[in-house]
Protein backbone atom coordinates (compact mmCIF):
# COMPACT_ATOMS: atom_id res chain seq x y z
CA UNK A 1 0.00 0.00 0.00
CA UNK A 2 1.53 3.36 -0.96
CA UNK A 3 1.00 6.79 0.38
CA UNK A 4 -1.33 9.37 -0.51
CA UNK A 5 0.27 12.87 -0.23
CA UNK A 6 -1.26 16.35 -0.93
CA UNK A 7 0.58 19.48 -1.51
CA UNK A 8 -1.43 22.59 -0.75
CA UNK A 9 -0.47 26.38 0.14
CA UNK A 10 -3.77 28.05 -0.15
CA UNK A 11 -2.62 30.96 -2.17
CA UNK A 12 -1.51 30.68 -5.33
CA UNK A 13 1.72 31.27 -7.41
CA UNK A 14 3.53 30.08 -4.75
CA UNK A 15 4.86 26.36 -6.38
CA UNK A 16 2.57 24.09 -5.54
CA UNK A 17 2.55 22.61 -9.17
CA UNK A 18 6.60 22.80 -9.49
CA UNK A 19 6.76 21.18 -5.86
CA UNK A 20 4.51 18.67 -6.68
CA UNK A 21 6.51 17.78 -10.30
CA UNK A 22 9.54 17.79 -8.52
CA UNK A 23 8.99 15.21 -5.46
CA UNK A 24 6.85 13.19 -7.89
CA UNK A 25 10.40 13.02 -10.41
CA UNK A 26 12.40 13.02 -6.79
CA UNK A 27 10.56 10.06 -5.95
CA UNK A 28 10.60 8.40 -9.45
CA UNK A 29 14.38 8.66 -9.86
CA UNK A 30 15.38 6.75 -6.70
CA UNK A 31 13.02 3.83 -7.93
CA UNK A 32 9.77 4.77 -6.53
CA UNK A 33 6.54 3.95 -8.47
CA UNK A 34 4.75 7.22 -8.40
CA UNK A 35 1.93 8.68 -9.56
CA UNK A 36 1.10 12.33 -9.48
CA UNK A 37 -2.57 13.60 -10.17
CA UNK A 38 -3.60 17.38 -10.85
CA UNK A 39 -7.03 18.24 -9.43
CA UNK A 40 -7.02 21.38 -10.10
CA UNK A 41 -9.76 20.83 -12.98
CA UNK A 42 -10.37 23.98 -15.57
CA UNK A 43 -6.98 25.46 -14.48
CA UNK A 44 -4.53 22.42 -15.55
CA UNK A 45 -0.99 22.87 -15.22
CA UNK A 46 1.44 19.76 -13.64
CA UNK A 47 1.32 18.61 -17.39
CA UNK A 48 3.14 21.50 -18.53
CA UNK A 49 5.21 21.60 -15.60
CA UNK A 50 6.21 17.67 -16.30
CA UNK A 51 6.38 17.86 -19.93
CA UNK A 52 3.79 16.05 -20.69
CA UNK A 53 1.01 17.96 -22.18
CA UNK A 54 0.74 16.53 -25.92
CA UNK A 55 0.18 13.30 -24.21
CA UNK A 56 -3.15 13.70 -22.76
CA UNK A 57 -5.99 11.65 -23.95
CA UNK A 58 -8.19 10.82 -20.82
CA UNK A 59 -8.34 13.03 -17.96
CA UNK A 60 -9.55 12.57 -14.11
CA UNK A 61 -13.15 13.32 -15.04
CA UNK A 62 -13.34 10.39 -17.32
CA UNK A 63 -12.03 8.36 -14.66
CA UNK A 64 -14.72 9.29 -12.07
CA UNK A 65 -17.31 8.86 -14.75
CA UNK A 66 -15.92 5.73 -16.19
CA UNK A 67 -15.61 6.82 -19.75
CA UNK A 68 -12.02 4.86 -19.62
CA UNK A 69 -11.05 2.96 -17.22
CA UNK A 70 -8.00 4.33 -14.88
CA UNK A 71 -4.80 2.67 -16.67
CA UNK A 72 -6.15 4.14 -20.12
CA UNK A 73 -5.90 7.78 -18.41
CA UNK A 74 -2.39 7.67 -17.10
CA UNK A 75 0.34 9.05 -18.72
CA UNK A 76 3.75 6.96 -18.29
CA UNK A 77 6.65 9.15 -18.85
CA UNK A 78 9.04 8.76 -20.35
CA UNK A 79 12.10 9.87 -18.83
CA UNK A 80 11.77 8.10 -15.65
CA UNK A 81 11.05 4.06 -15.37
CA UNK A 82 7.81 4.73 -13.03
CA UNK A 83 6.34 8.15 -13.17
CA UNK A 84 2.98 8.55 -14.52
CA UNK A 85 0.49 11.70 -14.55
CA UNK A 86 -3.47 11.43 -14.31
CA UNK A 87 -4.47 14.80 -15.57
CA UNK A 88 -6.43 17.23 -14.55
CA UNK A 89 -9.93 17.70 -17.03
CA UNK A 90 -9.59 21.35 -18.94
CA UNK A 91 -13.02 21.60 -20.07
CA UNK A 92 -15.14 20.31 -17.85
CA UNK A 93 -16.84 22.26 -14.59
CA UNK A 94 -14.72 22.16 -11.36
CA UNK A 95 -17.52 20.32 -9.66
CA UNK A 96 -17.64 17.19 -12.04
CA UNK A 97 -15.69 15.40 -9.41
CA UNK A 98 -16.66 14.42 -5.93
CA UNK A 99 -14.91 13.89 -2.74
CA UNK A 100 -16.20 10.15 -2.24
CA UNK A 101 -14.73 10.06 -5.75
CA UNK A 102 -11.68 11.19 -5.26
CA UNK A 103 -11.90 8.85 -1.93
CA UNK A 104 -12.01 6.11 -4.07
CA UNK A 105 -9.58 6.58 -6.80
CA UNK A 106 -6.61 7.52 -3.97
CA UNK A 107 -7.91 4.04 -2.74
CA UNK A 108 -7.12 2.66 -6.14
CA UNK A 109 -4.20 4.68 -6.98
CA UNK A 110 -2.19 3.63 -3.73
CA UNK A 111 -2.93 -0.20 -4.58
CA UNK A 112 -0.97 0.17 -7.03
CA UNK A 113 2.14 3.13 -6.44
CA UNK A 114 4.30 3.50 -4.05
CA UNK A 115 3.62 7.55 -3.93
CA UNK A 116 0.38 8.90 -4.98
CA UNK A 117 1.49 13.15 -5.15
CA UNK A 118 -1.57 15.10 -5.49
CA UNK A 119 -1.27 18.76 -6.85
CA UNK A 120 -4.21 21.26 -5.51
CA UNK A 121 -5.79 24.02 -6.41
CA UNK A 122 -5.21 27.13 -4.73
CA UNK A 123 -7.97 28.26 -2.95
CA UNK A 124 -9.55 26.52 0.24
CA UNK A 125 -13.46 25.81 -1.57
CA UNK A 126 -14.43 22.66 -3.51
CA UNK A 127 -11.18 21.59 -5.47
CA UNK A 128 -9.25 22.18 -1.76
CA UNK A 129 -11.84 19.45 -0.05
CA UNK A 130 -11.71 17.23 -3.15
CA UNK A 131 -7.83 17.52 -3.32
CA UNK A 132 -7.12 16.90 0.32
CA UNK A 133 -10.53 13.94 0.73
CA UNK A 134 -8.10 10.80 0.04
CA UNK A 135 -4.87 12.61 1.48
CA UNK A 136 -3.48 10.81 4.81
CA UNK A 137 -0.44 13.17 4.68
CA UNK A 138 -0.03 16.78 3.40
CA UNK A 139 2.75 19.15 2.22
CA UNK A 140 1.96 23.35 2.93
CA UNK A 141 4.08 24.79 0.44
CA UNK A 142 4.69 28.78 1.39
CA UNK A 143 6.62 31.88 0.51
CA UNK A 144 8.66 34.22 2.72
CA UNK A 145 5.31 36.42 2.22
CA UNK A 146 3.25 37.99 4.35
CA UNK A 147 -0.07 36.65 1.97
CA UNK A 148 1.33 33.20 1.55
CA UNK A 149 2.95 32.60 5.53
CA UNK A 150 -1.00 33.95 6.26
CA UNK A 151 -2.89 31.53 3.73
CA UNK A 152 -0.11 28.71 5.11
CA UNK A 153 -1.70 29.08 8.71
CA UNK A 154 -5.32 29.26 7.76
CA UNK A 155 -4.62 25.69 5.26
CA UNK A 156 -2.64 24.41 8.03
CA UNK A 157 -6.14 25.01 10.15
CA UNK A 158 -7.93 23.49 7.53
CA UNK A 159 -5.75 20.00 7.37
CA UNK A 160 -6.24 19.58 11.17
CA UNK A 161 -9.85 19.89 10.92
CA UNK A 162 -9.75 17.48 7.91
CA UNK A 163 -8.13 15.08 10.43
CA UNK A 164 -4.76 15.32 8.55
CA UNK A 165 -2.66 15.79 11.19
CA UNK A 166 0.66 17.33 11.33
CA UNK A 167 1.06 19.01 8.30
CA UNK A 168 4.63 19.45 7.07
CA UNK A 169 6.36 23.08 5.70
CA UNK A 170 8.39 23.70 2.08
CA UNK A 171 9.12 27.17 2.28
CA UNK A 172 9.94 27.91 -1.46
CA UNK A 173 11.77 30.95 -2.79
CA UNK A 174 14.39 31.89 -0.49
CA UNK A 175 16.38 34.83 -1.11
CA UNK A 176 19.43 34.59 1.18
CA UNK A 177 21.37 37.79 0.43
CA UNK A 178 17.36 39.76 1.06
CA UNK A 179 17.25 37.30 4.31
CA UNK A 180 20.80 38.03 5.63
CA UNK A 181 19.80 42.04 4.92
CA UNK A 182 16.50 41.44 7.27
CA UNK A 183 14.42 42.36 4.58
CA UNK A 184 12.95 38.88 4.23
CA UNK A 185 11.51 36.29 6.78
CA UNK A 186 14.46 33.81 7.40
CA UNK A 187 13.02 29.96 7.92
CA UNK A 188 13.54 30.49 11.85
CA UNK A 189 11.07 33.58 11.63
CA UNK A 190 8.46 31.66 9.76
CA UNK A 191 8.53 28.59 11.61
CA UNK A 192 8.51 30.65 14.73
CA UNK A 193 4.87 31.94 13.58
CA UNK A 194 3.30 28.93 11.88
CA UNK A 195 4.87 26.49 14.86
CA UNK A 196 4.61 23.63 12.46
CA UNK A 197 7.19 20.61 11.30
CA UNK A 198 10.00 22.02 8.61
CA UNK A 199 10.09 19.62 5.53
CA UNK A 200 12.29 21.61 3.01
CA UNK A 201 13.34 24.61 2.03
CA UNK A 202 14.18 25.66 -1.50
CA UNK A 203 16.28 28.90 -2.84
CA UNK A 204 14.96 31.73 -5.74
CA UNK A 205 16.73 30.10 -8.06
CA UNK A 206 16.69 30.77 -11.74
CA UNK A 207 16.63 27.09 -12.60
CA UNK A 208 13.29 26.61 -12.22
CA UNK A 209 12.40 29.34 -14.83
CA UNK A 210 14.20 27.43 -17.22
CA UNK A 211 13.53 24.09 -16.72
CA UNK A 212 9.95 24.79 -16.49
CA UNK A 213 10.38 26.56 -19.70
CA UNK A 214 11.28 22.69 -20.88
CA UNK A 215 9.13 20.95 -18.87
CA UNK A 216 11.98 18.82 -17.52
CA UNK A 217 11.71 18.56 -13.32
CA UNK A 218 14.47 20.56 -11.76
CA UNK A 219 15.19 17.70 -9.32
CA UNK A 220 16.81 16.29 -12.09
CA UNK A 221 19.32 18.76 -12.93
CA UNK A 222 22.70 17.02 -10.34
CA UNK A 223 23.60 21.33 -10.66
CA UNK A 224 21.66 23.23 -9.73
CA UNK A 225 20.82 24.43 -5.63
CA UNK A 226 16.98 24.20 -6.29
CA UNK A 227 17.87 20.38 -7.98
CA UNK A 228 19.52 19.87 -4.68
CA UNK A 229 16.80 21.18 -2.41
CA UNK A 230 14.23 19.23 -3.81
CA UNK A 231 16.19 16.20 -3.73
CA UNK A 232 16.81 16.81 0.16
CA UNK A 233 13.18 16.79 0.25
CA UNK A 234 12.90 13.75 -1.01
CA UNK A 235 15.00 12.09 0.49
CA UNK A 236 12.68 13.38 3.62
CA UNK A 237 9.80 11.71 2.51
CA UNK A 238 11.30 8.71 2.40
CA UNK A 239 12.13 9.08 5.74
CA UNK A 240 16.13 9.62 5.55
CA UNK A 241 17.52 12.34 8.06
CA UNK A 242 19.03 15.11 5.70
CA UNK A 243 20.32 18.87 7.44
CA UNK A 244 18.82 21.61 5.76
CA UNK A 245 21.24 23.11 2.77
CA UNK A 246 22.78 26.23 3.75
CA UNK A 247 21.11 29.26 1.79
CA UNK A 248 24.76 31.64 2.16
CA UNK A 249 26.75 30.05 -0.60
CA UNK A 250 26.20 31.03 -3.64
CA UNK A 251 27.18 29.10 -6.19
CA UNK A 252 27.96 32.11 -8.34
CA UNK A 253 30.54 33.53 -5.68
CA UNK A 254 34.27 32.02 -5.78
CA UNK A 255 34.23 30.67 -2.45
CA UNK A 256 30.83 29.15 -3.22
CA UNK A 257 32.42 27.47 -6.54
CA UNK A 258 35.22 26.26 -4.38
CA UNK A 259 33.44 24.43 -1.86
CA UNK A 260 31.53 22.78 -3.99
CA UNK A 261 34.12 21.70 -6.02
CA UNK A 262 35.40 19.74 -3.03
CA UNK A 263 32.61 18.19 -1.51
CA UNK A 264 30.58 17.09 -5.08
CA UNK A 265 27.41 18.98 -3.63
CA UNK A 266 26.31 22.29 -2.66
CA UNK B 1 21.61 36.73 15.84
CA UNK B 2 23.62 36.77 12.36
CA UNK B 3 26.92 38.78 12.40
CA UNK B 4 25.08 41.05 10.03
CA UNK B 5 22.15 41.62 12.72
CA UNK B 6 24.42 42.28 15.08
CA UNK B 7 26.88 45.27 12.73
CA UNK B 8 23.69 46.49 12.26
CA UNK B 9 22.85 47.29 16.32
CA UNK B 10 26.22 47.83 16.93
CA UNK B 11 26.51 50.71 14.36
CA UNK B 12 23.00 51.87 15.65
CA UNK B 13 20.78 50.37 12.97
CA UNK B 14 17.02 49.94 14.76
CA UNK B 15 16.05 46.01 14.41
CA UNK B 16 12.26 46.81 14.61
CA UNK B 17 12.55 48.74 10.97
CA UNK B 18 13.77 45.79 9.17
CA UNK B 19 11.11 44.80 6.70
CA UNK B 20 10.95 41.62 7.80
CA UNK B 21 10.53 42.90 11.62
CA UNK B 22 7.53 44.84 10.23
CA UNK B 23 6.56 41.65 8.55
CA UNK B 24 6.47 39.45 11.41
CA UNK B 25 4.57 41.92 13.60
CA UNK B 26 1.74 42.95 10.99
CA UNK B 27 1.67 38.77 10.61
CA UNK B 28 1.23 38.36 14.14
CA UNK B 29 -1.69 40.55 14.57
CA UNK B 30 -3.60 39.03 11.20
CA UNK B 31 -3.20 35.57 12.58
CA UNK B 32 -4.53 36.05 15.83
CA UNK B 33 -7.74 37.24 14.20
CA UNK B 34 -7.83 35.09 11.80
CA UNK B 35 -7.38 32.29 14.28
CA UNK B 36 -9.85 32.94 16.78
CA UNK B 37 -12.33 33.81 13.65
CA UNK B 38 -14.32 36.53 15.09
CA UNK B 39 -16.28 38.15 12.05
CA UNK B 40 -14.78 42.25 11.57
CA UNK B 41 -18.65 43.18 11.96
CA UNK B 42 -18.84 40.90 15.53
CA UNK B 43 -15.89 43.22 16.54
CA UNK B 44 -17.69 46.27 15.92
CA UNK B 45 -20.58 45.44 17.77
CA UNK B 46 -18.47 44.93 20.81
CA UNK B 47 -16.70 48.01 20.17
CA UNK B 48 -19.81 49.84 20.51
CA UNK B 49 -21.02 48.28 23.03
CA UNK B 50 -18.17 48.79 25.51
CA UNK B 51 -18.70 52.43 24.49
CA UNK B 52 -21.99 52.63 25.70
CA UNK B 53 -21.50 50.70 29.03
CA UNK B 54 -17.91 53.07 29.71
CA UNK B 55 -20.24 56.47 28.74
CA UNK B 56 -22.58 55.88 31.60
CA UNK B 57 -19.43 56.34 33.76
CA UNK B 58 -17.11 58.52 31.97
CA UNK B 59 -16.66 60.67 28.86
CA UNK B 60 -14.60 59.15 26.70
CA UNK B 61 -12.29 59.88 23.53
CA UNK B 62 -14.04 57.49 21.63
CA UNK B 63 -12.13 57.91 18.18
CA UNK B 64 -8.86 56.76 20.41
CA UNK B 65 -10.57 54.07 21.24
CA UNK B 66 -8.88 51.41 20.77
CA UNK B 67 -10.11 47.38 21.26
CA UNK B 68 -7.77 44.75 19.50
CA UNK B 69 -7.14 41.17 20.09
CA UNK B 70 -3.71 39.76 21.32
CA UNK B 71 -1.55 36.84 22.57
CA UNK B 72 -0.74 36.22 25.63
CA UNK B 73 1.65 33.45 26.79
CA UNK B 74 -1.60 30.65 26.53
CA UNK B 75 -4.19 32.24 25.05
CA UNK B 76 -5.69 35.10 23.50
CA UNK B 77 -6.71 38.43 25.55
CA UNK B 78 -8.79 41.33 24.35
CA UNK B 79 -7.31 44.11 25.23
CA UNK B 80 -9.14 47.61 25.12
CA UNK B 81 -7.24 50.72 25.52
CA UNK B 82 -10.04 53.78 26.23
CA UNK B 83 -8.33 57.24 26.88
CA UNK B 84 -10.55 59.14 29.31
CA UNK B 85 -11.74 62.62 29.56
CA UNK B 86 -13.10 62.97 32.58
CA UNK B 87 -15.01 61.08 35.12
CA UNK B 88 -18.53 61.74 35.24
CA UNK B 89 -19.80 63.13 38.70
CA UNK B 90 -22.79 60.89 39.81
CA UNK B 91 -25.96 62.90 41.22
CA UNK B 92 -26.98 59.89 42.94
Known amino acids: MGKVIVVTSGKGGVGKTTTTANIGAGLAKIGNKVVMVDTDIGLRNLDVVLGLENRIVYDIVDVVRGNCRLRQALIKDKRLEEMYLLPAAQTKDKTAVTEDQMKELCENLKAEFDYVIIDCPAGIEHGFRNAIAGAEEAIVVTTPEVSAVRDADRIIGLLEAAEIRKPKLIINRIRSKMVRSGDMMSVEDILEILAVDLLGIVPDDDVIVISTNRGEPTVLDEESRAGQAFRNIVKRITGQEVPLMSLDEQPGSLWGRLKSLFRGNN | ?92
Open chain 2, 1 to 92: MGVIEALGRFFGKDNSTLSKNVAKERLRLVLINDRVDISDSMMHSLRNDIIEVICKYMEIDEKALEVTLSKEDDGVALVANIPIIKVKRQNA
